[in-house]
């Protein structure tokens, strides 16, 4: 299938602007004083255990802050004034947007980026493609550096190691995921109480449960964000690393043939299929998170997936006694590969310093105050949720439904999966959006579903223009 005019304008807008190499701004963020960008004047900063990046106080610093499931707040209240209160001379000129592709593509094609990028979102600008055009500044020095907190721990030791993996893009370490995203399901603790609906741990438990509600006439059984199906996929992906292994989303990242046609991909279809057809809320393929969202909070509908960040999105229109929970994706039978309570988590909320920002070292050391443990467990209490900073949650007030997937992330234990394919390679994420939505409305079966993605995968792995990542 032929890729749209968005994928074209997304790509080629990236490879037409001038670049200069990352590793030359590493450099700069590297060496005992450096060096000037080139769109500055300031004179060379020496670097200390305090300033291990040279940051010149004084020069502004253009931060963007995807106005998200977890807002703009955490940025202008927490992490700006901490790093305004070490460079009280540096202008920090803060934005907001919910469409960052749409608004900083411009300004890379141009040559001109920003400093910071919370680069996150269903508008967020292609991983792949930035980390093929040279424009994502190596962070490696951000990991080796003194953390904020206590100069003799580095900042890699401060971290979830998951950080570190999903952020490295053809060898290079250059996205920050911030937040550890927490997926499964999610409903009201209230509601399930009220109502002596148990929280199921089979796939036939979970058919047994959307009867029931559907029977009770109370509200209808499950919903998803209809306009931005990737919710729904999230939960099937899952449902097939269970059934067959992690061995399952490897292969879709690594464009293996016929991965998407995988018997585990086949089964975990068929089965999400069947909840579309009988027990969506009425309208689900017209609306969008935040409206399913809320017909939840309004008792509409019992059950949704979606990710960590929901009960902070969601706190304007949340009764005070609603108690978010989640569980994790049932287990389909008793011979899945992967055990009861295994989830998809990975690091998210992804920040980034372009390789062309006017400020890179301001950048990096933004994000290295944005990595204490303080700054960290702030943003974590503030909008409910866990940081992938070490510790950060410690003896601080979670919210039920940050709670509840807290403890489910610690039962999980080792039995975490995620993919990597919808970052790697966003035409293919746009069909998998685009082909969900059909399935669950009945557009599409099973097999012409897994035919559609598969197809596309091979285009992708037949295009030399495009860099192709490989997982182990």
Partial sequence: MPNTPHEITRRQLLRGAALVPAAGLLAACATPAAKPTSSSSAAPVATSAANPFGVADGKPLEIWIF????????AKNIHEPLF????????IKHNATKEITKVLQPRFAGGNPPDVIDNSGAGAMD????????????LAPLLDAPSWDDPSTKVRDTLDPAVIDLGTFDGKFSVLGYVNYIFGIWYSQKAFKDNGWEIPKTWDDFLKLCETIKKSG?????TYA????????????????????PEV?????????????????KTAATAWAEIGAKYLMEGTAGLDHVQTQTAQNKYKVAMLPSGSWLENEQKTTTPPDFDYGMFPVPDFTSSDKLPYG???????????????????????????????????GDFSELVKTVST????????????????????YQAAGANIVYYRWQGWYAQLKDEAIAATGELMTGGLTPDKYLERLQKKSDEIKADSSIKKYKRA
């Fill in 67 to 74: 106005d998200g499931g977890f807002g703009q707040d955490y």
């Fill in 84 to 91: 305004k209160a070490k460079y009280p001379k540096s202008e």
């Fill in 127 to 138: 991983f792949g493609a930035l980390a093929q055009d040279g424009q994502l500044l190596d």
């Fill in 218 to 222: 109370k509200m209808a059984p499950f």
């Fill in 226 to 245: 209809g306009k931005f199906p990737q919710y729904l996929y999230e939960p099937l992906l899952t449902m097939a690393a269970k059934i067959g292994g």
């Fill in 249 to 265: 989303l490897v292969n879709l990242d690594n464009l293996e043939d016929g991965a998407w046609t995988a018997e585990p991909m």
């Fill in 342 to 376: 295994t989830l998809h988590s990975s690091p998210a909320e992804n920040f980034i310093v372009p390789a062309k920002a006017a400020n890179p070292q301001g950048g990096v050391e933004y994000l290295r105050a944005m990595l204490s443990k303080k700054a960290a």
């Fill in 389 to 408: 900073v070490k510790g950060a949650g410690e003896g601080r007030q979670l919210s039920p439904g940050a709670a509840s997937a807290t403890a489910a």
